[in-house]
């Protein structure tokens, strides 16, 4: 069974950084995209970065040449790099991981929440 555990979360003030990370167990994730999405209560879940297995990436407009999306060797982790934090990005962020090979089957973690505020 896949499963996805964030960390990393927290309070930070406009302009700071905080790195998120995810640890993936209950497969061997050579093969899935993993990556990040966040929501806002309220609203849609919306892509924030995703990381392809042959190292294509995709990051949203509004957090590209802010944040960085990376793997680690072993394939079953996944970071988010955030700088240049601002109120807009506070949401709650939710790990993602997705094998290509299957169709319609989405792993989630549990969320962590990001608050940017002075």
């Known amino acids: 069974q896949v499963q996805l555990v964030e960390s990393g979360g927290g309070l930070v003030q406009p302009g700071e950084s905080l790195r998120l990370s995810c640890a993936a167990s209950g497969s061997t994730f050579t093969f899935y995209s993993m990556g990040w999405y966040r929501q806002v209560p309220g609203e849609q879940r919306e892509l924030v970065a995703v990381i392809a297995p042959g190292g294509n990436i995709n990051y949203a407009d509004s957090v590209r040449g802010r944040f960085t999306v990376s793997r680690g060797n072993a394939k079953n982790t996944v970071y988010l790099q955030m700088n240049n934090l601002k109120p807009d990005d506070t949401a709650v962020y939710y790990c993602?991981?997705?094998?290509?090979?299957?169709?319609?089957?989405?792993?989630w973690g549990q969320g962590t929440q990001v608050t940017v505020s002075s």
């Open positions: 993602y991981a997705h094998p290509i090979r299957a169709y319609n089957v989405d792993y």
